[in-house]
């Protein structure tokens, strides 16, 4: 399985900016990446995941607009930015990869490599 280390996490005011970065241990240019969430007491969210060149995107609605998917894949390095943070976005972040040529899924138990987790909270 390939190995998952997100950085970037950390505390903001509402309305405050993150950028979450993913570095994977070996080539994800053949699999989907997502990053997904879980709140204290919530059921855990893919918020975004992305194939790669001439792959598909999902974003969310609940962060449609807010937060942006992207990966720089000469480097499997891939990010996640948050923007327009508000209280609600406060949870535990987490890169996870599907297996290779699956397409991206909405169910975070689809995922079958995942990081150790970044915190991201955001206070009113």
């Known amino acids: 399985q390939v190995r998952l280390t997100e950085s970037g996490g950390g505390s903001v005011q509402t309305g405050g900016s993150l950028i979450l970065s993913c570095q994977a241990s070996?080539?994800?240019?053949?699999?989907?990446v997502g990053w997904v969430r879980q709140a204290p007491g919530k059921e855990r969210e893919v918020v975004a995941a992305?194939?790669?060149?001439?792959?598909?995107?999902y974003i969310a609605d609940s962060v449609k607009g807010r937060f942006i998917i992207s990966r720089a894949s000469e480097e499997n390095t891939h990010y996640l930015r948050l923007q327009d943070l508000r209280p609600e976005d406060t949870a535990d972040y987490y890169c996870?990869?599907?297996?290779?040529?699956?397409?991206?899924?909405?169910?975070?138990?689809?995922?079958?490599?995942w990081g150790q987790g970044t915190q991201v909270t955001v206070s009113s």
């Open positions: 996870a990869a599907r297996a290779a040529f699956l397409v991206c899924s909405k169910l975070a138990s689809d995922y079958s490599s």
């Open positions: 992305d194939y790669g060149p001439g792959g598909s995107t």
């Open positions: 070996e080539y994800t240019g053949d699999r989907c």
